[in-house]
Nanobody, 119 residues
Framework: VQLQASGGGLVQAGGSLRLSCAASGRISRINDMDWYRQTPGKQRELVAAITSGGVTSYGDSVRGRFTISRDNAKNTVSLQMNSLKPEDTAVYYC??????????????WGQGTLVTVSS
């Protein structure tokens, strides 16, 4: 299973970006799909999560500004980021809890995409 993230870039404060992540490979079902972010010297932080049924949750620092969504038919997850702040600058990673051709769930990570917000 592979996760391919895209959509990062440079944006001014107050602007918007949309990240996307597509899962491919031997997939029977994807449970939770998440976005994390990480800055140098800090632990990876959960930004937003969405269940297979569409229930969402957000970190306190992004609630009301970011929106996570998914397309179960296409095995994709997206993160719409609005009202971006310089402190949102980080490498963003997608994560998926995947059940393949075995009954067990495994966690997979995308390669990371850099978001830079200038002040």
């Amino acid at each position: 299973v592979q996760l391919q993230a895209s959509g990062g870039g440079l944006v001014q404060a107050g602007g918007s970006l949309r990240l996307s992540c597509a899962a491919s490979g031997r997939i029977s079902r994807i449970n939770d799909m998440d976005w994390y972010r990480q800055t140098p010297g800090k632990q990876r932080e959960l930004v937003a999560a969405i269940t297979s049924g569409g229930v969402t949750s957000y970190g306190d620092s992004v609630r009301g500004r970011f929106t996570i969504s998914r397309d179960n038919a296409k095995n994709t997850v997206s993160l719409q980021m609005n009202s971006l702040k310089p402190e949102d600058t980080a490498v963003y990673y997608c994560n998926a809890a995947v059940i393949g051709f075995s009954p067990w769930e495994y966690s997979y990570w995308g390669q990371g995409t850099l978001v830079t917000v200038s002040s």
